[in-house]
């Protein structure tokens, strides 16, 4: 079995910074791309950020240049730092890892259990 377990959300102000970190943990052979997404109520799931095994990373638009994301490919975490945050930043966040698993021969998709980001005054 793999999981993923998110941890770091909560409400903070307009403005403000947060960092949400993710560790997978299981029968794992290998990590290939790690990333988080977001739920808003009422609206589709959408990617936040990606990073690959080698360090390449993709950003939402609208995230860019006030969110970093990294990871430590030893401790098989993902964390995800975002500043200067928007209301509009306001979503279940929620870790997802492609993964392939001791003894099997391709990859699969898992998905954290989702933290609540709140940004209000």
């Known amino acids: 079995q793999v999981q993923l377990v998110e941890s770091g959300g909560g409400l903070v102000q307009p403005g403000g910074s947060l960092r949400l970190s993710c560790a997978a943990s299981?029968?794992?052979?290998?990590?290939?791309?790690m990333g988080w997404y977001r739920q808003a109520p009422g609206k589709q799931r959408e990617l936040v950020a990606t990073i690959t095994s080698s360090g390449r990373t993709n950003y939402l638009d609208s995230v860019k240049g006030r969110t970093t994301i990294s990871r430590d490919n030893a401790r098989n975490t993902v964390d995800l730092e975002m500043n200067s945050l928007k209301p509009e930043d306001t979503a279940v966040y929620y870790c997802?890892?492609?993964?392939?698993?001791?003894?099997?021969?391709?990859?699969?998709?898992?998905w954290g259990q989702g933290t609540q980001v709140t940004v209000s005054s």
């Open positions: 299981g029968s794992i052979f290998a990590i290939n791309a």
């Open positions: 997802n890892a492609v993964i392939v698993r001791n003894g099997d021969y391709s990859a699969n998709n898992y």
